[in-house]
């Protein structure tokens, strides 16, 4: 059953803590994406991935961090530093056209 | 850089049709994407023309190009509840070409609001 799973579906943090949001994929696809969603808001890219071992900031990288190291995963990394983490994280995968599928969303909260 | 505007709501009595519009900047786009949101969920990738096309149909769903206008619009026929969701229009960044990413842009999304 192919697909793009994100875990966990709720997570909550205090302020100062790291917190790592999974997406795992099983599509073979090259790149992978994160995405930031406040409410009533659109999507806003924070880091995405070609290829293993390469990632690129996206518009809202500050506060984050990404790893590459295996074509099936991509975590993000919710730093300290990120002043406004509490936000709805969606993870997507896409191969050789344009066309993004996704996950289905990790909620951080903020306490 | 590449730009995509939606409207913000719209508002539908059951059995209607739903029309949702779009409009972007990069005339270069070659496919041009509808995703859906329901709450709390991730999207949904609902169907997506190429751009040497002016007209797709998939059963309730039509979408039109108009690449003169560069207008895009998803309309839905005999709207039922369940097609209650935000509905995203996506196209891709002008850094495609050529190869150089696979970024979307994505709209504002439109939020379908169906009535019974």
């Known amino acids: 059953d192919g697909g793009i799973t994100q875990s966990p579906k709720y997570l909550f943090r205090k302020e100062g803590q790291n917190v790592t949001l999974s997406c795992e994929q099983n599509?073979?696809?090259?790149?992978m994406y994160w995405y930031r969603q406040d409410p009533g808001q659109g999507l806003r890219l924070i880091y995405y991935?070609?290829?293993?071992?390469?990632?690129q900031k996206g518009d809202i990288a500050e506060g984050y961090s990404v790893s590459r190291e295996k074509k099936e995963s991509f975590p993000l990394t919710v730093t300290s530093a990120q002043k406004n983490p509490t936000a709805f994280y969606l993870c997507?995968?896409?191969?050789?056209?344009?066309?993004?599928?996704f996950g289905p969303g990790t909620r951080l909260t903020v306490l | 850089g590449e730009d995509v505007e939606q409207s913000l709501f719209l508002s539908v009595r059951e059995g209607d049709s739903s029309v949702i519009n779009c409009t972007y900047t990069?005339?270069?786009?070659?496919?041009l994407y509808w995703y859906k949101q329901e709450p709390g969920a991730g999207l949904q990738l609902l169907t997506y023309?190429?751009?040497?096309?002016d007209m797709k149909q998939d059963q309730r769903l039509t979408v039109l190009l108009n690449k003169k206008d560069k207008h895009l619009s998803l309309r839905i026929a005999d709207t039922q509840t369940g097609d209650s969701a935000i509905y995203f229009c996506?196209?891709?960044?002008?850094?495609?070409?050529?190869?150089?990413?696979?970024?979307?842009?994505f709209g504002t999304g439109t939020l379908l609001a169906v009535q019974p």
């Open positions: 997507a995968s896409g191969g050789q056209t344009d066309t993004q599928y």
């Open positions: 599509l073979n696809h090259d790149a």
């Open positions: 991935s070609q290829i293993v071992n390469d990632f």
């Open positions: 990069d005339s270069s786009s070659t496919y």
């Open positions: 023309i190429f751009s040497n096309m």
């Open positions: 996506a196209a891709p960044h002008e850094m495609n070409y050529g190869g150089a990413t696979n970024k979307l842009i």
